[in-house]
């Protein structure tokens, strides 16, 4: 990881401030770190620290933003990007480009992930129904997800778990 006010420390995946750090410094490095987590090649074998990293990256956001964490064949990261961001708490889903972007980047399969700027991670009916939705136009291109995550303050909400505890 790359931070002004971070040398790397003598043993491997440790850091050593050069000067003091805010909060927004944390911030900004942890969600580094969680996209470097979620970087391309990387293999996704936690479920437990996928969810992590997503809320790290999803959780301070002050409107609803959907994104695609896009998988190979092998269920490596190809890329992780925020698709659509809304108001508050609604973001406008066009299945057409949820298509285009798993295309674009040849994805095997998809994480589908949302927060909630309420807090609030309980899955509504909404998200069921978009869930189905993206399920049906990315199975014709041949494009399984994998899970849809909603991420709240608390942590995240499987909709793969729920439907299969």
Do not use: W
């Not at 911030?27 to 770190?33: D, V, Y």
Request: aromatic share 6%.
């Amino acid at each position: 990881m790359k931070y002004p006010k971070l040398k790397v420390g003598e043993t491997p995946d440790t850091y050593v401030m050069e000067s003091p750090v805010t909060e927004a410094d944390i911030l900004q490095m942890a969600q580094q770190l969680a996209m470097y987590r979620l970087s391309k090649g990387r293999s996704l074998t936690e479920r437990r620290l996928v969810f992590s990293h997503l809320q790290t990256l999803m959780q301070f956001h002050e409107y609803e933003v959907f994104a695609l964490l896009l998988l190979d064949t092998e269920h490596r990261v190809i890329g992780f990007k925020e698709l659509f961001r809304g108001a508050l708490e609604v973001a406008c889903v066009s299945p057409r480009e949820v298509v285009k972007i798993a295309l674009e980047h040849n994805a095997s399969a998809v994480i589908l992930v949302h927060n909630r700027p309420s807090g609030d991670a309980k899955p509504g009916q909404a998200d069921r129904a978009l869930a189905v939705i993206l399920k049906i136009a990315l199975n014709m291109i041949g494009t399984q997800i994998l899970d849809h995550v909603v991420v709240g303050d608390e942590g995240c909400v499987s909709l793969a778990e729920q439907r299969h505890p």
